[in-house]
């Protein structure tokens, strides 16, 4: 199966997602640091990362802009963790180019 990066800074959609991909099988690294996950995926490849737009340091948004970026955006979807559930929030799925 794939290794997948999560870059989040909240914790409990780190584990949600942690479990469900675990489960299906895949190898799980995360980081809640945008500068951290970006450090973390230039030494170490991964086959998709799961990217949160708001975090601190870099955000979604200057991760895929960086100059040394080695990512492409795949697809995007939406999710997020309410009080009462799941509704929408942005997310990008990237492909190592």
């Given at each position: 199966?794939?290794h997948?990066?999560i870059?989040d800074?909240d914790?409990?959609?780190?584990?949600?997602l942690n479990f469900?991909?675990k489960r299906?099988g895949?190898e799980?690294?995360?980081?809640g640091?945008?500068?951290v996950a970006?450090?973390?995926?230039l030494?170490?490849?991964?086959?998709?990362v799961?990217l949160?737009?708001?975090m601190?340091g870099?955000?979604g948004i200057?991760?895929?802009?960086q100059?040394?970026?080695?990512w492409?955006?795949?697809?995007?979807?939406?999710?997020?963790?309410?009080q009462?559930g799941?509704?929408?929030m942005?997310?990008l799925g990237?492909?190592?180019?």
């Amino acid at each position: 199966m794939a290794h997948i990066f999560i870059a989040d800074d909240d914790p409990l959609d780190i584990d949600l997602l942690n479990f469900k991909l675990k489960r299906a099988g895949h190898e799980v690294s995360h980081s809640g640091d945008g500068e951290v996950a970006m450090l973390e995926l230039l030494a170490n490849p991964v086959d998709l990362v799961i990217l949160d737009m708001l975090m601190p340091g870099i955000d979604g948004i200057e991760f895929i802009h960086q100059p040394h970026n080695i990512w492409r955006v795949q697809g995007w979807w939406q999710f997020v963790r309410k009080q009462e559930g799941w509704g929408e929030m942005t997310r990008l799925g990237l492909r190592r180019n």
